[in-house]
C-alpha cells in the first residue's frame, strides 16, 4: 500500500515537472503585470514575513516545522506558478483552474491537499464593482493563494498574524483558510450595501423625475446582480462540501467556522433575491412612472384641443369671404364675437374642474 503512494507521488512528480517544463517555454504574454510573491511563515513563538523576493528564496525559505502562507498575486508568470506547483506536488489539472479566471467557484479535496476557487470583490468606485479571481489550496502546515491582481483585503489578517492579536497564530493553516474565505465573503456584503445606496437613489429619481439615465443604471445593476449570483451560488456548495464531507485537511474544531461562512452565503443569496425582485420592482415603478407622465401629458394636450375646437369652429365660419353674412355689418361684431369665444372657454375649463380632469 506504501509502495503505492510512493509511486504515485513518483509519478505526479514528473508529470508536474513537464509541466514546469513546459511552463518554462511558453513565452510571457506583452505587458502582463508584475507577478509579487508574499512569503509569512509563523507559529506561536515566531514569524517570518517578506514579500517581492525571488521564488526559490521564498520555497527556500519555507520551514515546513511553521505554518507557511505564500500568497502570489499575478497569474501571467507560468515559469513562477510552475515552480511552485513542483514545490508542493500540485496537479496540473488544478493548476489550469488557478489560471482559468473565468473558473466558477468550487473546491476539490485531493490526496495531498484543498483547493477551493472563489471570486474576490474588494473594490467600488464610480459605481463598479472591482473583482478578481483568487484560488487557495491548502495543505500540510501550508496555505498558498494565489490571486489575479495585486492588492487584496486581507492587511487586518496580516496585522493580526504580525501582532499576535487573537488565534491565528495558535491555529493551523485551516484556520487561516477560513479568515481568509470569511473576509471575502464579508466583502460581498459591503457590495450588497454600495449597490442598495444606489438602489434607493435611483428609485428617488424614479419617483421625482425619471430619466433615461435611471433606466441604463437599473439595466447595469441588475447585470451585477446576474454575476453576483453566479459566483455566490456555486459558492455556496463549495462551502457545503467542506462542511458536509469532514474534510481531512480541516480540523474538527475549525469546521464550525466554516459552517459559519455557510450560514453567511445562504443569507447573502437571501439578499440576493431580494434585491433582484426590488430591481424588476424598479423597473415597474420606472415604466409606470413614464407612462403616467406620458398619460398627463396626453390629457393636458387633450384638454387644450376639446377647449379650441369650438372656438376654432366659431372663428372658420366667420373666416369664410360670403358677401351676405348679416354680422359682417355689425360694428360691435368683432368684440361680440371675441366675447363668446370667451364665455364658451370659460365654461369648458368650469366643466373639466368640476370633472376633475385637471
Same mark, same amino acid.
Given at each position: 500500500?506504501?509502495?503505492?503512494?510512493?509511486?504515485?507521488?513518483?509519478?505526479?512528480?514528473?508529470?508536474?515537472?513537464?509541466?514546469?517544463?513546459?511552463?518554462?517555454?511558453?513565452?510571457? %504574454?506583452?505587458?502582463?503585470?508584475?507577478?509579487?510573491?508574499?512569503?509569512?511563515?509563523?507559529?506561536?513563538?515566531?514569524?517570518?514575513?517578506?514579500?517581492?523576493?525571488?521564488?526559490?528564496?521564498?520555497?527556500?525559505?519555507?520551514?515546513?516545522?511553521?505554518?507557511?502562507?505564500?500568497?502570489?498575486?499575478?497569474?501571467?508568470?507560468?515559469?513562477?506558478?510552475?515552480?511552485?506547483?513542483?514545490?508542493?506536488?500540485?496537479?496540473? +489539472?488544478?493548476?489550469?483552474?488557478?489560471?482559468?479566471?473565468?473558473?466558477? %467557484?468550487?473546491?476539490?479535496?485531493?490526496?495531498?491537499?484543498?483547493?477551493?476557487?472563489?471570486?474576490?470583490?474588494?473594490?467600488?468606485?464610480?459605481?463598479?464593482?472591482?473583482?478578481?479571481?483568487?484560488?487557495?489550496?491548502?495543505?500540510?502546515?501550508?496555505?498558498?493563494?494565489?490571486?489575479?491582481?495585486?492588492?487584496?483585503?486581507? $492587511?487586518?489578517?496580516?496585522?493580526?498574524?504580525?501582532?499576535?492579536?487573537?488565534?491565528?497564530?495558535?491555529?493551523?493553516?485551516?484556520?487561516?483558510?477560513?479568515?481568509?474565505?470569511?473576509?471575502?465573503?464579508? $466583502?460581498?456584503?459591503?457590495?450588497?450595501?454600495?449597490?442598495?445606496?444606489?438602489?434607493?437613489?435611483?428609485?428617488?429619481?424614479?419617483?421625482?423625475?425619471? $430619466? *433615461?439615465?435611471?433606466?441604463?443604471?437599473?439595466?447595469?445593476?441588475?447585470?451585477?446582480?446576474?454575476? +453576483?449570483?453566479?459566483?455566490?451560488? %456555486?459558492?455556496?456548495?463549495?462551502?457545503?462540501?467542506?462542511?458536509?464531507?469532514?474534510?481531512?485537511?480541516?480540523?474538527?474544531?475549525?469546521?464550525?467556522?466554516?459552517?459559519?461562512?455557510?450560514?453567511?452565503?445562504?443569507?447573502?443569496?437571501?439578499?440576493?433575491?431580494?434585491?433582484?425582485?426590488?430591481?424588476?420592482?424598479?423597473?415597474?415603478?420606472?415604466?409606470?412612472?413614464?407612462?403616467?407622465?406620458?398619460?398627463?401629458?396626453?390629457?393636458? +394636450?387633450?384638454?387644450?384641443?376639446?377647449?379650441?375646437? %369650438?372656438?376654432?369652429?366659431?372663428?372658420?365660419?366667420?373666416?369664410?369671404?360670403?358677401?351676405?353674412?348679416?354680422?359682417?355689418?355689425?360694428?360691435?361684431?368683432?368684440?361680440?364675437?371675441?366675447?363668446?369665444?370667451? *364665455?364658451?372657454?370659460?365654461?369648458?375649463? *368650469?366643466?373639466?374642474?368640476?370633472?376633475?380632469?385637471?
Amino acid at each position: 500500500m506504501k509502495s503505492n503512494k510512493v509511486r504515485r507521488k513518483a509519478a505526479l512528480h514528473k508529470v508536474t515537472e513537464q509541466l514546469t517544463s513546459e511552463f518554462r517555454t511558453k513565452q510571457e %504574454p506583452k505587458g502582463s503585470e508584475k507577478v509579487i510573491l508574499e512569503l509569512i511563515s509563523y507559529n506561536d513563538d515566531t514569524l517570518l514575513m517578506e514579500d517581492n523576493i525571488p521564488v526559490h528564496e521564498m520555497l527556500d525559505k519555507c520551514d515546513r516545522n511553521r505554518k507557511n502562507w505564500i500568497n502570489v498575486d499575478g497569474l501571467s508568470d507560468r515559469n513562477l506558478i510552475g515552480q511552485i506547483a513542483n514545490k508542493f506536488e500540485l496537479h496540473h +489539472l488544478l493548476i489550469e483552474d488557478i489560471l482559468n479566471i473565468d473558473h466558477q %467557484p468550487k473546491t476539490d479535496e485531493l490526496e495531498d491537499h484543498l483547493f477551493l476557487t472563489m471570486k474576490m470583490f474588494y473594490r467600488f468606485d464610480e459605481k463598479k464593482i472591482d473583482y478578481e479571481h483568487i484560488s487557495f489550496v491548502l495543505g500540510k502546515n501550508y496555505l498558498l493563494s494565489f490571486q489575479e491582481k495585486e492588492g487584496d483585503i486581507f $492587511s487586518g489578517i496580516r496585522s493580526r498574524i504580525k501582532q499576535d492579536n487573537g488565534i491565528i497564530r495558535k491555529r493551523g493553516t485551516d484556520y487561516l483558510l477560513y479568515r481568509l474565505v470569511d473576509t471575502i465573503v464579508d $466583502s460581498y456584503y459591503s457590495v450588497l450595501e454600495k449597490i442598495g445606496e444606489q438602489v434607493e437613489e435611483i428609485e428617488e429619481n424614479i419617483s421625482k423625475n425619471p $430619466s *433615461v439615465e435611471d433606466f441604463q443604471q437599473i439595466q447595469k445593476i441588475r447585470k451585477e446582480f446576474i454575476y +453576483l449570483r453566479r459566483v455566490v451560488y %456555486p459558492l455556496r456548495e463549495a462551502i457545503n462540501k467542506i462542511v458536509k464531507n469532514e474534510s481531512d485537511f480541516i480540523s474538527e474544531k475549525n469546521e464550525k467556522y466554516f459552517a459559519d461562512v455557510y450560514d453567511h452565503v445562504i443569507h447573502l443569496i437571501d439578499s440576493l433575491d431580494t434585491y433582484k425582485d426590488l430591481t424588476s420592482t424598479m423597473m415597474d415603478l420606472y415604466m409606470n412612472t413614464i407612462n403616467y407622465k406620458m398619460n398627463e401629458v396626453m390629457k393636458l +394636450l387633450t384638454i387644450i384641443t376639446t377647449i379650441f375646437i %369650438p372656438l376654432s369652429f366659431i372663428a372658420g365660419i366667420y373666416g369664410m369671404n360670403f358677401k351676405n353674412m348679416p354680422e359682417l355689418d355689425w360694428n360691435l361684431g368683432y368684440f361680440g364675437v371675441l366675447a363668446i369665444m370667451g *364665455v364658451i372657454f370659460i365654461l369648458m375649463i *368650469v366643466y373639466f374642474r368640476y370633472k376633475k380632469w385637471f
